[in-house]
């Protein structure tokens, strides 16, 4: 047990420094994310002249596995546009490019699930076209697709892992860290598993429950 | 900037290395199949054990489903690469190695498991109980029944989920290159290493996984949609 104390307890600094950078880089990635699903999704949708790119750049984001996408943005975008200029940025980027893929898709099944009477109801009672979409059908929208994007802040999650192959010092660098010091995985490579699979587990669940609470509040079903 | 753009899009020099680089996606499609036939089996016996009447049995199930579902693909292959050995080596009393291929399958396998375990269980919960109350007044055992009656239906219904898993199991296997596994990835930045030259090898790197998975899975998804419907008609 003695390894335990002193591989993990006493590094227990280390372990917790890593854990803010896995935090932090996981919130930039998700509000980047949500806010280029968003951009992708209405663009695919309303701007016509643009709309092969979006679904390029959704097909894209989504057929490439995130290790490969990380790679690519922190070796090719510096040269190519001269950003991003750190390995944190390119870390949350990347990580966030690829979720606004999937996130583009789940956008527009939600909207496109709103039904017409809803839109057609606000054009009745005067409202413009960008009130309809703030107050109508982005609202409902968000509420259908809840839960599919709690899955996908865990799946960040589970990908800012990754953001340790270009040294960014996450709670997976910190454990790797740790190991090629004291040559001792065994500990320190399960306790940082067990923290993981814990912050996913209670991310998933917080999710779950303040999804489910939105739903009810407004009257939808849970299920 | 448009000199780096037509440097990144250049494809000479990885046509110079192509058949590294093939080898190399060959690679991942061995882990790909290795750890999604891995993956189906512990699947299916986690699923089995989840709807199993006895309580301690479910628990294991969930217990299963719940670690392996919330467990980062990248620290589980790393887990199994550097403590399972030394586990397995302080319980048998010898000393024990993985290759680099056999962790990689072992990981993929195991966290894929819960992902399919779920699909599973919702494939066999799906199914009406008239039918295993027919089977069972036939005098099917309960292998038969789940060999002749459950699993086909199954299979039917969980396809379109499981394609989609599949998928992310293929795209998964790009990280088994940090751990060694001489993948597409691992080429890539071997080659990167010696000729100095990222952009245009990993934004064809990119490009190459991009329609090698945007065929698949499309090919894929019309595959399954086309023999549903064959088999329901």
Known sequence: MSNWERLVWNQRGLLWQGLTVTVEICLLAFALAIVGGLVLCLVRLHVRPLRPVAVALIEFFRATPIFVQLMWVNYVWPELFGWPNSFFTSGWVALGLQSSGYLAETFRAGIEAVPRGHREAGYSVGMSSFQVYRRIVLPETLLTVAPSIVNQFTVIVKSSTLVSVITVPDLMLQAMKLVNVWYEPIEVLTATAIIYIALVFLVSSAGKALADFHRRRFGLDSA | ?233
Request: aromatic content about 12%; hydrophobic content about 55%; some cysteine.
């Open chain 2, 1 to 233: 900037m448009s000199d780096a753009l037509i440097d990144a899009l250049n494809p000479a020099l990885f046509w110079e290395y192509r058949l590294v680089l093939l080898r190399g996606l060959a690679f991942n499609a061995y882990v790909f199949f290795a750890a999604a036939a891995v993956a189906l089996l512990i699947g299916l016996a986690a699923a089995l054990l989840r709807v199993n009447r006895a309580r301690p049995f479910r628990w294991v199930g969930t217990l299963h489903v719940e670690v392996f579902r919330n467990a980062p693909d990248y620290i589980m292959i790393v887990w199994v690469h550097f403590v399972l050995p030394l586990l397995l080596g302080k319980l048998i009393g010898q000393r024990v190695e993985f290759s680099p291929f056999v962790s990689a399958v072992i990981a993929l396998g195991f966290v894929y498991s819960g992902y399919f375990a779920e699909t599973f269980r919702a494939g066999i919960q799906s199914i009406p109980q008239g039918h295993l109350d027919a089977a069972r007044a036939c005098g099917m055992g309960e292998t038969t029944i789940l060999v002749r009656i459950i699993l086909p239906q199954v299979v039917r219904r969980m396809l379109p989920e499981a394609v989609n898993q599949f998928v992310s199991l293929f795209k998964a296997t790009t990280i088994v290159s940090l751990i060694a596994v001489p993948d597409l990835m691992y080429q890539v930045s071997m080659v990167t290493q010696q000729e100095m030259r990222p952009l245009p090898l990993y934004t064809w790197a990119a490009l190459t996984y991009f329609v090698v998975i945007y065929l698949v899975a499309g090919s894929l998804r019309r595959l399954s949609e086309h023999w549903r419907q064959k088999i329901y008609a």
